[in-house]
Nanobody, 126 residues
């Protein structure tokens, strides 16, 4: 069971980054949803976005709606987070995760996920 996040880095305000999360075949096939959370220093981990693996329904935090897009490539067992119009307040460690449940109400909290990746740092600064 593995989730490997990548794609973080330093970007200027207004810039873009694309995060990737590669899942092992077992993790991906046993999961109904994949998600992204983030955690800034001194703050709790917060929900960013999630996607239903099979049917592609997406869920977003209000703070990123219209700027971030979550997508998946089932053939590659990979989930992406395209982040545009980045702001300083988007600076955080971003974690990908996977959920076995199909109850979408749980996708907004960390407790709804069964597997977690190691995180990738995103820094938005001029």
């Amino acid at each position: 069971v593995q989730l490997q996040a990548s794609g973080g880095g330093l970007v200027q305000p207004g810039g873009s980054l694309r995060l990737s999360c590669a899942a092992s075949g077992r993790t991906f096939s046993s999961s109904n949803a994949m998600g992204w959370f983030r955690q800034a220093p001194g703050k709790e981990r917060e929900f960013v976005a999630a996607i239903r693996r099979s049917i592609g329904i997406t869920y977003y935090a209000d703070s990123v709606k219209g700027r971030f897009t979550i997508s998946r490539d089932n053939a590659k067992n990979t989930v992406y987070l395209q982040m545009n119009s980045l702001k300083a307040e988007d600076t955080a460690v971003y974690y990908c995760c996977a959920a076995r449940t199909s109850y979408s109400t749980t996708y907004y909290s960390t407790g709804g996920y069964d597997y977690w990746g190691q995180g990738t740092q995103v820094t938005v600064s001029s």
